[in-house]
């Protein structure tokens, strides 16, 4: 039975179920309370996990959100069912680290990692094909630098208890999130009154819907930057049905539940400054592609006991309280008195972008083997 | 029989290790792996390029034979 299950979401049919099963829950997110065009936005929630706890002091974006703790959580309970939990570690974790922190100021530039990118662009905006263009741009370098030999070196096997790190932050967070724990008076937990922060659906609906969308992506290996990766590296068009799925669902779902606005200015969180919002996706594609995984993938992978992923991922965290505590992050494009103010990033902002560029492609060159 | 061991590898680099053999005409090959991720991406390439694929897990690691 197990074998058959697995066999099926190996499948075209398999990963296309997975994407459309997406495509119906995230823009129900959006319905039940999440901000708009962003039903499900891994870096953007990371963001906003970080800012809960005081690790940036950007008060529109401050939230424990749960559909984070539920992706690790259901890809950890299927790969125990499935008997694919397995610690191990030690895979360039330093470098790793560096990789998920520029990937999440990439993302933070664009406003959206690339499932909200697939979101944005089922809500009708446009601006998000400028930044799935960057994020093919930075993918198609990290497969230039993948066929020259890049490897991060092999991951080894480790006790139980280093695979269970992970999970057990996410469970720590997720009772965090259900008690809102006050440590000290005025100070974290920090919850937003206002801005994308203070917009959630209700905390059972994000942990189940988290949960199912782990334990599906977990047993469907699920990828959107895999998804273009695989595309451009060996015209395996397996995954990239998946996101198809994904896209096309959530449209028409969008388009059900009146979510659906098309145009580039002024959409929401979001802004039309197009350089940096392909730049931006430029450097997290590129970033994504030289870690192995976009970061539901990282997530996922967290989840069943990679700490490779972990590290990845405690990188994005950290990513994101940069991205803001330094000014780096994109600003929405606003309607002030009637007049269309066009976001984007401040100079430290662009900065910081060019910086990830060439430290990422240091990386790609620096970290071959010339026989793997 | 040619050997890979793409055990501690991670995605796609097990898969490109694998073609670039096949392509090099190394056929039949033998393939190890302790991922399942990995196990099954060879697998689909494998049967993407019409060869035969045998499986084995022992200790949590998977043997592989493409023909």
Known sequence: MRDRITRFFGSRLGIMTVGAIIGVIAPLLQYFGNPKNMGICVACFERDIVGALGFHHNAATQYLRPEIFGLVLGATIAALIFNEFRSRGGSSPLVRFILGMFAMIGALVFLGCPWRAILRLAGGDLNALVGIAGLAAGITAGVFFLKAGFSLGRAHRGPAISGWIMPVIMVFLLVLAVFRVSFVKDGALFFSESGPGSLAAPLAIALVAGLLIGFLAQRSRFCTMGALRDVILMRDTHLISGLGALLVVALVMNLILKQFNLGCAAQPVAHSNHLWNFLGMTLSGLAFALAGGCPGRQLFLAGEGDGDAGIFVLGMLSGAALAHNLDLAGKPDAIVDGVLKVGGISTWGMLAVLTGLVVCVAIGFGMRERSA | ?67
């Open chain 2, 1 to 67: 029989m040619t050997i890979i061991d793409t055990r501690g590898l991670s995605c796609p680099q097990p898969v490109l290790l694998v073609r670039k053999a096949i392509e090099a005409g190394q056929k039949p090959l033998q393939v190890l792996t302790d991922s399942a991720t990995a196990r099954d991406n060879v697998r689909r390439l494998a049967e993407r390029l019409g060869l035969s694929v045998t499986i084995t897990e022992a200790n949590d690691e998977f043997t592989m034979t493409l023909e």
